[in-house]
């Protein structure tokens, strides 16, 4: 493309030039995420209250989350590989569908087999931050092929950003049950989040079926003429250049364990610390998450744009240094508002860096081979930080309440350390699709 749309297109994705000069597809799917994160903030707590509500025990349901999370992961690695060979729109258009049945079904038939089959498939109570489920890495994938390289890290920060910003307005609206129930008697308080769930799997799927064109991932050079109009060049790929995606994905696979189980250590049980350590309630803890959710929106933005000054690697290293910093404090300070101002600074810097890793991650490979990466960067992610809530629990059971932030914090620096010293040699590398 040449002419006066040139400086459009060197434009920061998140000004209207920018925006207006992304591939139609990165458009559709990027306003997708943010529809869809309002409905998983308005249940990614009511969710679990919701069973709570219905007198389901805490073993069942730490049973069902655990359950669904081992079935989604099995899910996520099937996907991505599959829409590399068959197309990324079947099934993200599926995923809304089964979203559309299960979000009604919760209303008109809210029985015990409807709640499980419907966590599994959709992950209710979970939140993803705005992704597609288990069906992300096939959204991760088609977002990229769509995608300039010298853009990706910027439009997945704003990918995370808008994910973000739809889980902490969700987050709102879900808090407006106990006014539902002057109008809606006993757990049928809970039903509008469903139909608010129903509401925006109708729209996505419209969204998603809008998207023109073929989804089937572009082989060689045909991915750039996709983006840039520019000539279709043939780049023949050779085993040479298959062997270097696999060491690539490999090495992230590996160092992406270290920074889950981390973050698996920490995370899922931090109200539960909080409570112990401050005795404070849902409403204070849910507050300090709900300010997070919004503020980690902008670091994401904020991140992206470091990229185009000092790269990838260098971007998620510098700093995510200071969320492990951070980390490493929390146990040592008194109050619960130091405790909620480091977790907040801390939140900003680490999550605000998820766009730019899964940018990395998915510019490993060739766009044929996207979905794996996705699906592989994904496994790298859940499975690991799975683990980490055991280890934790039994940590605090005998009396060890502050040794597993020490743990996480170490983990992540050494994953930091491996991060920037392994992967380094990724970024500058050219995609393999000739570009």
Do not use: C
């Not at 146990?331 to 990395?360: D, E, K, M």
């Not at 934790?392 to 597993?404: A, C, H, Q, R």
């Amino acid at each position: 493309m040449s002419g006066p749309r040139d400086p459009d297109r060197q434009a920061p994705a998140y000004t209207l030039a920018g925006w207006q000069s992304l591939h139609r597809t990165a458009r559709v799917l990027l306003l997708a995420r943010l529809v869809r994160s309002i409905g998983q903030g308005a249940l990614v707590v009511d969710f679990i209250l919701y069973l709570r509500a219905l007198h389901w025990s805490a073993v069942a349901t730490g049973e069902l989350v655990a359950v669904a999370g081992i079935i989604s992961t099995a899910i996520m690695l099937a996907s991505g590989v599959l829409s590399d060979r068959f197309g990324r729109r079947p099934f993200l258009v599926g995923y809304q569908l089964v979203t559309v049945v299960g979000s009604i079904a919760m209303v008109l038939h809210p029985h015990a087999w409807v709640l499980i089959v419907v966590s599994v498939l959709l992950g209710y109570g979970r939140g993803a931050n705005g992704s597609a489920g288990a069906f992300g890495p096939v959204e991760q994938a088609w977002l990229a092929q769509a995608v300039d390289r010298q853009k990706r890290g910027q439009v997945f920060s704003i990918n995370g950003a808008l994910g973000f910003w739809g889980m902490g307005l969700g987050a709102l609206i879900g808090s407006a049950v106990p006014w539902f129930q002057h109008f809606l008697p006993g757990n049928a308080a809970y039903q509008p989040l469903f139909v608010l769930s129903f509401v925006i799997a109708v729209i996505n799927t419209a969204q998603v079926l809008s998207i023109r064109g073929a989804d089937l991932p572009p082989r060689t050079a045909e991915s750039t003429a996709m983006r840039t109009n520019e000539p279709v060049s043939t780049a023949p790929a050779d085993a040479s250049v298959r062997r270097r995606e696999n060491v690539a994905m490999t090495l992230l696979t590996t160092v992406n364990s270290v920074n889950a189980l981390g973050i698996g250590l920490f995370s899922p049980l931090l109200p539960y610390w909080l409570s112990v350590r401050f005795g404070v309630g849902n409403g204070a803890i849910g507050s300090v998450y709900g300010i997070t959710f919004l503020l980690t929106g902008v670091a994401s933005i904020a991140t992206g744009e470091l990229t185009t000054k000092i790269g990838l690697v260098r971007s998620v290293v510098w700093v995510r240094l200071g969320g492990v910093l951070t980390l490493a404090v929390m146990p040592l300070v008194p109050s619960f508002g130091w405790v909620a101002v480091l977790y907040v600074v801390r939140s900003l810097l680490n999550r605000g860096t998820a766009g730019v890793r899964q940018a990395f991650g998915v510019g490993l490979v060739r766009d044929e081979r996207k979905g794996l990466a996705s699906s592989l960067n994904g496994l790298s992610m859940r499975l690991p930080s799975a683990i980490g809530p055991a280890i934790t629990g039994w940590l605090i059971d005998n009396g060890s309440l502050d040794l597993p932030f020490y743990l996480a914090a170490g983990l992540q620096l050494l994953y930091l350390v491996l991060f920037g010293t392994l992967m380094r040699p990724y970024e500058s590398a050219p995609e393999a699709s000739g570009t």
